[in-house]
């Protein structure tokens, strides 16, 4: 089955760059998202990149897709304290709208 | 639009109780989830359902039941609830767009003694 995996913990330092991996196993995904949650909060939908695209740039986030390794990463620029939230990716695969698979979650926690 | 709404926010039942977690979505949707979020696990698919009348399983069914009446609900059932079951729940629905954006609800924190 499918499986995504993404290391518990990152902290950085305001204004530094955070980078946020993470691996799966499903080689037919088609769609790969990144969501944030905070604090007693829901998901909400950062970003997300086709599996034909290699790099989507949307402001201050950055998603690169390295498909042969089947990775993926979330650079977020000027890091801030109101970026520290769980993040997750998810994968889904053809023909499944309804089931992400997602990962851990990566705690990124913002210091001054 | 009100967007993915869930009731209740919390809710603590005893082991063996049953009750129902609700979810309804305003977008007019088609396809809607669950999941429930446990430490150190992300989120596990509960079941879901690509239309109305259309239920299936997902990775972790065995104790809940949905039905999909509606397009706009979906509720989840514990039929005898377990201490296993104390978890964070998520519903979601999804558009029909290109990247079938899931919408998640706000959850309800269920705690079973």
């Known amino acids: 089955g499918e499986d995504v995996e993404q290391s518990l913990f990152l902290s950085v330092r305001e204004g530094d760059s955070s980078v946020i991996n993470c691996t799966y196993t499903d080689s037919s995904s088609t769609y790969l998202y990144w969501y944030k949650q905070e604090p007693g909060a829901g998901l909400q939908l950062l970003t997300y990149?086709?599996?034909?695209?290699d790099m989507k740039q949307d402001q201050r986030l950055t998603v690169l897709l390295n498909k042969k390794d089947k990775h993926l990463s979330l650079r977020i620029a000027d890091t801030q304290t109101g970026d520290s939230a769980i993040y997750f990716c998810a994968e889904r695969n053809t023909g499944t709208a309804s089931k992400l698979t997602f990962g851990t979650g990566t705690r990124l926690q913002v210091t001054l | 639009n009100a967007g993915v709404t869930q009731t209740p926010k919390f809710q603590v039942l005893k082991t063996g109780q049953s009750m129902t977690l609700q979810c309804a979505q305003d977008m007019n949707h088609e396809y809607m989830s669950w999941y429930r979020q446990d430490p150190g696990m992300g989120l596990r698919l509960i079941h879901y359902?690509?239309?109305?009348?259309?239920?299936d399983q997902g990775e972790v069914p065995n104790g809940y039941n949905v039905s999909r009446s509606t397009t706009e609900d979906f509720p989840l059932r514990l039929l005898s609830a377990a201490p296993s079951q104390t978890s964070v729940y998520f519903c979601?629905?999804?558009?029909?767009?290109?990247?079938?954006?899931?919408?998640f609800g706000p959850g309800t924190r269920l705690t079973v003694t």
């Open positions: 979601a629905s999804s558009d029909t767009g290109q990247s079938y954006e899931q919408y």
């Open positions: 359902s690509v239309g109305a009348g259309i239920t």
């Open positions: 990149i086709f599996s034909n695209m």
